[in-house]
């Protein structure tokens, strides 16, 4: 199976300035179709998760661009250029490229 | 509007049984796979179960960890999932998510629940 790794587990960070995570795979996500199915998502305490990325650096829809997603084979990272406080929660990263879908451990963002 | 409503949740004993529902509305139901995941209390997430639209199949995929235990399946006329949950037991206790596989292109989960819990405790 795949485990995925996250690292900071913790992350505070000033408003305004930027905050980057890593996610590790301990074997490479390129499925057969070419393409890498990773995820980031976020949740805000006492909330669903929220998809922000998929295939690695696609944006998905109303997520503001301050989120930007990029990596290959094992390695992976997300980054919010300037963090506003709503983007406190906790940040997963999701493989989806086989069974069983795994996810990362969790970055929590907080504003310091 | 996309959404996805659990149902379900609730208190069973250790060794019972309890099945969850999983009612979308907003998209056409038989079109998407769909996922169960859930959410120990204070704990990261986990994928339970994924089952496959009928035109791929319509088959199932689960973790390790509730294979032989949890049964996923579809009604697509009335466009609910279920997560039948057999052989309960107290680390199985968590919020249970139901979400949608956006789309087969991209393999990503992009609408989800509010969440539903299970307690499993005598």
């Known amino acids: 199976d795949i485990v995925l790794t996250q690292t900071p587990l913790s992350s505070p960070v000033a408003l305004g300035q930027p905050a980057s995570i890593s996610c590790t795979s301990s074997?490479?996500?390129?499925?057969?179709?070419?393409?890498?199915?990773l995820s980031w998502l976020h949740q805000r305490p006492g909330q669903p998760p929220r998809l922000l990325i998929y295939?690695?650096?696609d944006r998905f829809s109303g997520v503001p661009d301050r989120f930007s997603g990029s990596g290959a084979g094992t390695d992976f990272t997300l980054k919010i250029s300037r963090v506003e406080a709503e983007d406190v929660g906790v940040y997963y990263c999701?493989?989806?490229?086989?069974?069983?879908?795994?996810f990362g451990q969790g970055t929590k963002v907080e504003i310091k | 509007e996309v959404q996805v409503v659990e149902s379900g949740g609730g208190l069973v004993q250790p060794g019972g049984s309890l099945r969850l529902s999983c009612t979308v509305s907003?998209?056409?139901?038989?079109?998407?796979?769909m996922s169960w995941f859930r959410q120990a209390p204070g704990k990261g997430l986990e994928w339970v179960a994924f089952?496959?639209?009928?035109?791929?199949?319509?088959?199932?995929e689960y973790a390790a960890s509730v294979k032989g235990r949890f049964i996923i399946s579809r009604d697509d006329s009335k466009s609910i999932a279920y997560l039948q949950m057999h052989s309960l037991k107290t680390e199985d206790t968590a919020v249970y998510y139901c979400?949608?596989?956006?789309?087969?292109?991209?393999?990503?989960?992009?609408?989800w629940g509010q969440g539903t819990l299970v307690t499993v405790s005598s």
């Open positions: 999701m493989q989806t490229t086989q069974f069983p879908h795994a």
């Open positions: 089952i496959r639209r009928k035109d791929y199949g319509g088959t199932a």
């Open positions: 295939k690695i650096s």
């Open positions: 907003g998209f056409t139901f038989r079109d998407h796979a």
């Open positions: 074997q490479g996500l390129v499925f057969s179709d070419g393409n890498t199915y």
């Open positions: 979400s949608r596989e956006g789309s087969i292109a991209g393999r990503y989960y992009d609408s």
